[in-house]
């Protein structure tokens, strides 16, 4: 299974874009690349979902280059309420699920 | 239309006793995969069933078993309960066809004393 890296944490401001990017350099070739976000004692929500080039959604793009060896999430205008913990995964996304550590994201006032 | 339900939401156990935890996925979801997660770490993958096959097994002991049933609902039995079996037990569904996503419920938060 492919693993992936992302960063820890990061920190925002309110009205900022947050931009988070992904490393996983073995990706299989059909393998797909799926965000998830998740609230203290929830369970992680379906963000969005893609294999190459540029997936928008109504809370967020992902954007995967050519190579498909990393991703970004683009997180536009933060609010409050999108501080979360936010997960990528790679694989086949209605199967085993492998979680990283995720990457903890602050949005301040 | 019902999301992924599990019950209960909070469970307080003696270490050695056993647990059994429910699930009811989305209507028209055949796939049910469990995960556990302690505090501060991702989820960690324990059973995926699908049409009550089991299709994947994560590296749990075999104090932890599953099933799951024809009307696609699925509990999670652990035995013999350990301290470190305290975590949040999640639930999630999906169609279990080509790369479609899993839903997850909202979790059952085990605590053994």
């Known amino acids: 299974l492919a693993k992936t890296t992302q960063p820890i944490s990061m920190d925002s401001y309110e009205g900022q874009e947050v931009n988070i990017t992904c490393s996983h350099n073995n990706i299989a070739t059909n393998d797909y690349i799926t965000w998830y976000q998740q609230f203290p004692s929830q369970g992680p929500r379906f963000i969005i979902q893609?294999?190459?080039t540029k997936v928008t959604n109504e809370v967020a793009s992902l954007f995967i280059p050519a190579d498909r060896k990393s991703s970004t999430l683009s997180l536009p205008r933060v609010s409050l309420s999108d501080t979360a913990v936010y997960y990528c995964?790679?694989?086949?996304?209605?199967?085993?699920?492998?979680f990283g550590g995720g990457t903890r994201v602050l949005v301040k006032p | 239309d019902a999301g992924v339900t599990q019950s209960p939401t909070h469970l307080i156990k003696t270490r050695g006793q056993q647990v059994t935890l429910r699930c009811s996925p989305i209507s028209g979801h055949k796939s049910v995969s469990w995960y556990q997660q302690v505090l501060g770490q991702g989820p960690q993958f324990i059973f995926q069933y699908y049409e009550k096959e089991e299709r994947g097994r994560g590296n749990f002991p075999d104090r932890f078993s599953a099933r799951q049933f024809p009307n696609y609902s699925s509990e999670l039995n652990v035995n013999a309960l350990l301290l470190g079996d305290s975590a949040l037990y999640l639930c999630a569904s999906s169609s279990g066809q080509g790369n479609a996503e899993a839903f997850f419920g909202q979790g059952t938060r085990l605590t053994v004393v």
């Open positions: 995964l790679v694989g086949d996304p209605g199967n085993k699920l492998t």
């Open positions: 893609g294999y190459k």
